[in-house]
């Protein structure tokens, strides 16, 4: 029966391709070829024609660097020009369709010094299936870490939980184009590693190609790091030290060397210190409300590094390595004081909760990777290995006790230490293959993964005195997936005016869970298409207009999965849901962009089997608890505007604003209300250039009261002023951050009704303090991107 299946779906392929192929292949007489430079592709390359009669005619290179011109017989000069490399100049002779293959430009080095080009770029380029934030023009961002670079990205929401983008969803994050395979706390502590010095740009990318992997129901983000320009060397040094009622400092040092066939950069991080968090519950029973009030200390103790290399074995092929190494002890120390008051509202006993967690997470990346170019005509083959390793190891111990009005002691509700190991290793093999012919360029490639998971937890009762394990809560739990894909793209351009680019992906996982405590496997295997198309019509020099279609896939994390119960107080714990299944979303989106200074979008994004996070609270127990459920059907469509201000040499300024209605469904019987209605988020970023290298940055963000699935959630809103300068001869940077000034950008009011129980959360977590930064450089200060993925990018996601 596989066999049957799995040929149906190939006939379906096939089916699709000879229906696509046909529309992508008609052509005239043509000039065609890709644009590259040693990294990879160049998007948005000047292709300009003269013929003998000084007639000229163009158009710009499209997704993958690729570009096409239709043209009669005739004697042509072609110029290929991109800022910040040198022009390529050719004379044609134009007798039949000609193809150039890969054209390969060179670094101007004249043109790359680092305070020229922050001065060129704009803070936010709008692309046809992207936006492209530029870190090093941002004073918040540059001088922070890879966290604060994302909070303050046009259009991204950053939670405990994730990143998302707004009205789209949660998305995946990649290291120069590799997925990092955390999620969560994790994926937040790994990304606080990363100095936002290092970070040359971010690209959210809302519809990603057929090549990607297909999970992330909003898209994609790929923080793009530095690397140095051929033939240099530089070092940073750098001391971060943020206040506010706890400190934490950070270390930093970075080495980037580059000379004839080696390239090379190094980095190591170190930061100790502590942060302070506030959170607020309320419970409301029906006979009594619960009123929790939580204060913690958490340390910030990490040490992390990486080191990317690569060698040019030949003119044709190179090899690298990718690493990134990450250790972490971020303990808490917390204590909750819970007020349980009667119908009149008077306080009848009290609950203290005291508890101190201990963590170590270990996290290793390696990528091994080699690029070859297969010929002239621009045939490449890339093929990448990747390995990764998540260790982490978790103590708690608690106690809760209860008192009464008065304060007097009444008993021990419960004492405890549980303690949790997880274990996640992931193998992965990708091939990437591009194909360009005369008339269409084609790519296609496969993968493989592989991941094992085994996650413990021991719950030990300390209320006697000495420890006593209870099985009932004490639980192993295995976990095993494997993914397997393949995928095709043709992209085209037709005429001067139109480029389109169509892919197809397929992926089969098959899962598989088992619980040692309930003795249950839950085996899931499951198998999809995932097509992509794209669209764009450059009418004239002043609008374009694009048109993304994806198919995206949410996979459960492995957390989430795991049916443990990890109890952080007597009355309150989560547990995850081994039967949690994917949820699938397809996304459509049409921009226009006038005078690449002002875009408009709209979009539509339709999700099914949706799962999310549900507060439930038992009424004869008066316990609080955290699960998740496969329940929702949701529709948004959006409506953006964009807008780049740098008429003025000395202001840059940045606005956006989005407008989302959101419609839920339920697919279960659900005893709650539904949450549907509008949104919008509304951020402004200007730059103040003034004299003698001082800038000054200001900006503002406001997301209103949004409702969606069971949840609403109170409005925020952001302002943060940045200033900085250079000394000694450019080589010593200072700058200060006040970020959030009016500290408003907290969590506030999630608010969800669940057997006719009301609970309200708030939560914040250093949202306001001062950073003052030094950075010292000394070298050559010359600077390029690296633009490499992880292959198991998906996976590394969603290790929490």
Do not use: C
């Not at 046009?154 to 939980?161: S, W």
């Not at 996982?509 to 249950?520: A, I, K, R």
Request: charge should be positive.
């Amino acid at each position: 029966m596989k066999t049957i299946k799995n040929t149906r779906i190939m006939k379906r392929i096939i089916f699709i391709l000879i229906l696509v192929f046909p529309i992508l292949t008609f052509s005239q007489q043509s000039i065609n070829g890709k644009i590259t430079d040693n990294l990879g592709p160049i998007v948005g390359a000047n292709v300009v024609l003269k013929n003998s009669q000084s007639k000229i005619i163009g158009t710009i290179s499209g997704f993958d660097g690729n570009f096409e011109l239709q043209v009669k017989k005739d004697m042509y000069t072609l110029t290929i020009s991109y800022v910040g490399y040198v022009s390529y100049i050719k004379e044609i002779n134009v007798i039949d369709s000609i193809n150039l293959g890969t054209i390969n430009l060179k670094e101007d080095n004249n043109t790359l010094d680092e305070i020229l080009i922050t001065s060129k770029k704009r803070l936010v380029e709008q692309k046809a299936d992207r936006i492209i934030f530029n870190v090093e023009n941002s004073i918040v961002a540059r001088n922070g870490n890879a966290v604060d670079a994302l909070k303050v990205t046009p259009g991204l929401q950053v939670r405990d939980e994730g990143v998302s983008i707004f009205g789209k969803g949660n998305t995946q994050v990649m290291i120069n184009g590799r997925l990092i395979p955390l999620t969560g706390e994790e994926l937040s502590s790994y990304l606080n590693s990363i100095a936002g010095e290092d970070i040359k740009k971010i690209e959210v990318i809302t519809a990603p190609p057929s090549k990607y992997d297909a999970a992330g129901d909003g898209g994609l983000i790929n923080i793009v790091l530095k690397t140095g320009v051929k033939n240099s060397w530089k070092n940073t040094a750098s001391v971060i030290h943020n206040i506010d009622t706890y400190n934490f400092t950070t270390f930093r040092n970075g080495f980037f060397y580059r000379k004839d066939k080696l390239n090379l950069s190094a980095s190591i991080d170190k930061t100790r210190g502590n942060i302070r968090g506030i959170e607020a519950f309320e419970v409301f029973y029906p006979n009594s409300t619960w009123a929790i009030d939580i204060n913690t200390k958490d340390s910030k103790k990490a040490f992390s590094g990486r080191l990317l290399l690569d060698y040019d074995i030949t003119d044709k092929t190179t090899i690298g390595i990718q690493y990134f190494g990450n250790n972490t002890e971020p303990g808490i120390s917390d204590r909750s004081t819970t007020r349980i008051m009667n119908l009149s509202n008077t306080i009848d006993s009290l609950l203290v909760n005291n508890g101190n967690e201990d963590q170590e997470r270990v996290s290793h990346s390696l990528n091994i990777h080699t690029i070859t170019k297969l010929d002239t005509l621009g045939r490449t083959l890339s093929v990448d290995a990747d390995y990764f390793t998540y260790e982490a190891d978790r103590n708690r111990v608690f106690r809760t006790e209860s008192f009464d009005t008065n304060n007097n002691f009444k008993n021990v509700n419960l004492s405890a230490i549980t303690t949790s190991l997880q274990s996640i290793k992931n193998k992965s093999l990708k091939l990437d293959m591009e194909h360009p012919f005369n008339s269409i360029n084609v790519s296609y490639g496969g993968r493989i993964s592989s991941i094992k998971s085994e996650s413990g937890i021991e719950f030990f009762n300390t209320e006697s005195g000495t420890p006593v394990l209870n099985t009932n809560i004490s639980n192993t739990f295995k976990y095993t997936e494997n993914n397997q894909a393949v995928y095709v793209s043709a992209s085209k351009t037709l005429g001067e005016k139109w480029q389109l680019q169509m892919g197809l992906r397929f992926e089969s996982t098959q899962t598989e869970g088992f619980s040692e405590d309930l003795n249950e496997t839950n085996i899931n295997n499951y198998s999809k298409l995932f097509p992509t198309v794209y669209a764009l019509y450059k009418n004239n020099e002043n609008n374009t207009f694009a048109f993304s279609y994806s198919k995206r896939i949410e996979r459960p994390s492995f957390n989430n999965l795991n049916p443990f119960r990890v109890f952080v107080s007597s009355n309150t714990f989560s547990e995850g849901n081994p039967f949690l299944q994917p949820s699938f979303t397809d996304n459509f989106e049409l921009k226009h962009t006038f005078k690449k200074n002002l875009t408009t979008n709209v979009f539509l994004n339709i999700k099914t089997d949706v799962s999310s996070v549900i507060f439930t609270s038992d009424i004869e127990t008066n316990t609080q608890i955290v699960t998740r459920d496969n329940f929702l059907n949701q529709y948004v469509v959006g409506l953006g505007e964009s807008y780049t201000f740098n008429k003025l040499k000395w202001l840059q300024s940045q606005n956006s604003f989005t407008l989302i209605h959101i419609k839920n469904e339920f697919t279960k019987p659900f005893n709650a209300p539904l949450q549907n209605g509008f949104a919008y988020i509304a951020s402004s970023n200007n730059n103040f250039k003034l004299k003698n290298d001082n800038n000054i940055q200001v900006n503002a963000n406001y997301e209103s009261d949004v409702q969606y699935g069971l949840f609403s959630v109170g409005s925020t809103f952001s302002l943060d002023l940045g200033y900085s300068t250079t000394l000694f001869n450019k080589n010593l940077q200072f700058s200060a951050l006040v970020k959030d000034i009016f500290n408003t950008s907290a969590l506030n009011n999630l608010e969800s009704t669940i057997n006719n129980v009301k609970q309200v959360y708030g939560q914040n977590r250093n949202n306001r303090y001062v950073r003052f930064s030094l950075r010292y450089s000394f070298g050559n200060k010359k600077i390029s991107s690296k633009n490499r993925k992880f292959g198991n990018e998906e996976e590394t996601n969603r290790v929490n």
